[in-house]
């Protein structure tokens, strides 16, 4: 999540380069195809029911903030405009937590949605017992047993 954080933003600076006053459609885009990859990623996890996943997202998104930052700063450097260490600040305040927002809340709402999906599957591994409609004859004990 966060390589493809760190193309997405760079990808982003560097149409902004060339198209400064028209970045609503690709803006809106890039962010549509992130949310929807950590919510379908996530969604996945819960489906095919991965242990820990909750925490595993909770650290992936921590990680996808900082990596994001610092991967963005670097392409913007190497591929836009010569960027130096003075914006790394910024990518790893701001920018790396709204990079972990936008993996954590859509990876949220994909656990959710996953776990609903793989429910009915869940419950075909483990066989609940259903009790009989009907209660037990309890029969009276017979006079030989009595004694």
Same mark, same amino acid.
């Given at each position: 999540m966060?390589?493809?954080?760190?193309v997405? /933003?760079?990808?982003l600076?560097?149409?902004?380069?060339?198209?400064?006053?028209?970045?609503?459609l690709?803006?809106?885009?890039?962010?549509?195809?992130?949310?929807?990859?950590?919510?379908?990623?996530?969604? /996945?996890?819960?489906?095919?029911?991965?242990?820990?996943r909750?925490?595993?997202?909770?650290?992936?998104?921590?990680?996808?903030?900082?990596?994001?930052?610092?991967?963005?700063?670097?392409?913007?450097?190497v591929?836009?405009d010569?960027?130096g /260490?003075?914006e790394?600040?910024?990518?790893?305040?701001?920018?790396?937590?709204?990079?972990?927002?936008?993996v954590?809340?859509?990876?949220?709402?994909?656990?959710?949605?996953?776990?609903?999906?793989g429910?009915?599957?869940a419950?075909?591994?483990?066989?609940r017992?259903v009790?009989?409609?009907?209660?037990?004859?309890?029969?009276?004990?017979?006079?030989?047993?009595?004694?």
């Amino acid at each position: 999540m966060a390589v493809l954080h760190g193309v997405a /933003l760079t990808l982003l600076a560097k149409y902004a380069v060339y198209h400064p006053t028209d970045q609503t459609l690709a803006v809106s885009l890039t962010l549509a195809v992130l949310v929807g990859a950590a919510a379908l990623w996530a969604a /996945l996890d819960a489906w095919r029911a991965v242990p820990d996943r909750g925490r595993a997202w909770f650290i992936a998104a921590l990680v996808a903030g900082v990596v994001s930052g610092i991967l963005y700063v670097i392409g913007r450097a190497v591929f836009v405009d010569q960027t130096g /260490l003075s914006e790394l600040g910024g990518a790893l305040t701001g920018g790396a937590a709204f990079s972990a927002l936008l993996v954590l809340v859509p990876a949220g709402l994909g656990l959710f949605v996953g776990g609903r999906i793989g429910g009915a599957r869940a419950g075909e591994e483990e066989p609940r017992e259903v009790p009989s409609p009907r209660p037990r004859r309890v029969r009276p004990p017979s006079r030989e047993s009595r004694g």
